[in-house]
């Protein structure tokens, strides 16, 4: 397939040349302005790839979009990535399941653990792994688990109040003053 090079205006021509001898700009556009100058001297698809080391079929690509863009198709299209496994909603889902305590939801435990909230999350129609969870709450700067005590974190935040003094024997200290 032979692809001919365009007419191009001398603006097009001077910027075209300009990029292809920059030492600024990327390397991967002034290699393209490159093949763009390189045919404007003549020089075949077939010709272009041998010197410059490229595959046949990159160098008429380039040629085939610079004829149908101009100078816009020198540049790369933006690649968004692959796309997000789990959708907002689910990954929303996730987080408010998290926030909320077990026995409001009507389950038979105080707190979550990571594999409780997994098997819920199941139950509710959202197949998700531990890893995934744990992804979610670090981007949502949430930490899994709080600063707890040696022997683990009391699960009921008015304890202190409930149990009252912790002996009947032992004196209250004087503040100093």
Known sequence: MVVRLRELSDHERGEVQRIARSYTLG????????????????????????????????????????????LDGLHEDVRCGRPPTYSAEQRSAVISAALT?????????????LDRLVAYLSEQGI?????????????????????????????????????????????RRQRAA
């Open 127 to 171: 197949a998700m792994r531990r890893s995934r969870v744990s992804e979610i709450f670090i981007r949502e700067g949430l930490r899994w688990r709080q600063d707890e005590t040696w022997f683990g974190a009391r699960v009921d935040p008015d304890f202190a109040k409930k149990r009252g003094r912790s002996s009947s024997s032992t004196r």
């Open 27 to 70: 390397a991967g556009l002034v290699r393209r302005a490159q093949i763009i100058v390189h045919a404007l001297n003549g020089l075949t698809a077939e010709t272009i790839a041998t010197r410059m080391e490229l595959c046949g079929n990159t160098v008429r690509h380039w040629l085939t979009r610079f004829n149908a863009r101009g």
């Open 101 to 113: 305590r077990p026995s409001e939801l009507g389950l038979p435990f105080a707190s979550w653990t």
